[in-house]
T-cell receptor, first 110, second 111 residues
Framework: GQQVMQIPQYQHVQEGEDFTTYCNSS?????IQWYKQRPGGHPVFLIQ?????EVKKQKRLTFQFGEAKKNSSLHITATQTTDVGTYFC??????????FGAGTTVTVRA | NAGVTQTPKFRVLKTGQSMTLLCAQD?????MYWYRQDPGMGLRLIHY???????AKGEVPDGYNVSRLKKQNFLLGLESAAPSQTSVYFC??????????FGPGTRLLVL
């Protein structure tokens, strides 16, 4: 079955620094979504990418979908304490389901 | 709109006991999902439904049953709870197989 791998599992960042989390699928995806889960909370939808090579930005967050539609990345610039949480990618393949990666848990040093 | 609600928020069971988790959504969504979340393993799909009266197995369906008798409700049942089912359970719903809206979760401890 489809597998979505996400690295790194943990990211410890100094406030103000940049970081990137990566997502790789074993199969070609129809779309990729990103979710954020704050500590003790539930996953919240951030964005969806559909097109090959697509890049979308949300303020300090930049999301990219690979040309082969099998990988994606989330880059955060100038990390803030509000960025703390776990970021999940989720791959869709036109079968009503999403396959979630294991997530990248981000902690921020002030 | 309340969005997606889950009942109960927290439950402790003894091995072998049964229980039902309730998920309700007021967004008229067709698609509903049950996930479990365990440390380091992300969200794993247990069962899902693409409409009232339909259900299908996800990635980890063993030990669970579901029902979708009404469009707004999706029930997850554990017939005979096991310690391996200790987890946080999230329900989600969506209008189409895209953006999923998650409930607040149910923390289940099986002793």
């Amino acid at each position: 079955g489809q597998q979505v791998m996400q690295i790194p599992q943990y990211q410890h960042v100094q406030e103000g620094e940049d970081f990137t989390t990566y997502c790789n699928s074993s199969t070609t995806l129809s779309n990729i979504q990103w979710y954020k889960q704050r500590p003790g909370g539930h996953p919240v939808f951030l964005i969806q990418l559909v097109k090959s090579g697509e890049v979308k930005k949300q303020k300090r967050l930049t999301f990219q979908f690979g040309e082969a539609k099998k990988n994606s990345s989330l880059h955060i610039t100038a990390t803030q304490t509000t960025d703390v949480g776990t970021y999940f990618c989720a791959g869709g393949t036109n079968d009503y389901k999403l396959s979630f990666g294991a997530g990248t848990t981000v902690t921020v040093r002030a | 709109n309340a969005g997606v609600t889950q009942t109960p928020k927290f439950r402790v069971l003894k091995t072998g006991q049964s229980m039902t988790l309730l998920c309700a959504q007021d967004m008229n969504h067709e698609y509903m999902y049950w996930y479990r979340q365990d440390p380091g393993m992300g969200l794993r799909l247990i069962h899902y439904s693409v409409g009232e009266g339909t259900t299908a197995k996800g990635e980890v369906p063993d030990g669970y049953n579901v029902s979708r008798l009404k469009k707004q409700n999706f029930l997850l049942g554990l017939e005979s709870a096991a310690p391996s089912q200790t987890s946080v359970y999230f329900c989600a719903s969506s209008y189409s197989p895209e953006t999923q809206y998650f409930g607040p979760g149910t923390r289940l401890l099986v002793l």
